[in-house]
């Protein structure tokens, strides 16, 4: 009862501070991104890097095909994708299509989901272990070693980007400590 109650006080905390609307939103409008992404790519030939990032939200270079060619028949204003006409995909598509998006904002936007982390790290002696950090841990299997794994150079630059604006505000957190 004290961890079902726990749970719940957890969820309203999250409510209360905000973290729960800003998440939502965030998602959302990661969802929006990735879709206008889809828009602008559905009339040009896809290249490799492109069905790889496809591969990695769980959808084969035939499902990528079929979705790219309903995408061709949405409602486009000066180049903008205005509806998608879902109710007109089959229905395994638009099934597809909407695991896809769910799993990208998820790794964008970083939400700890069951199968991010292993058994061992949800069970109270695994907490106790990584002092309730599975958020880093997380973010490290979601963002560091997937970047890792595609061995390209929009995710090397990424990687370099975020290093170097840790390194320099972590100099001037210690300049200012310094100075004062």
Known sequence: KALELGVKG????SV???MTPITMYSQRLAGKTFIGKLGTLANKPLKESDRMNFREVGWSDKTTDAIMGQLRKASFDNGKLIDLNLEDWPVHLRED????IYRWTNRVIQTNDIGAMGYWMTTPIGKVLTQFRTFMLVSHAKQTLQAVHRRDFAHFQAFMLTSLIGGLTYMGQKNLNYSL
């Open 97 to 100: 299509f909407a695991n896809g």
């Open 10 to 13: 957890k969820r309203i905390t």
């Open 16 to 18: 209360i501070s905000g």
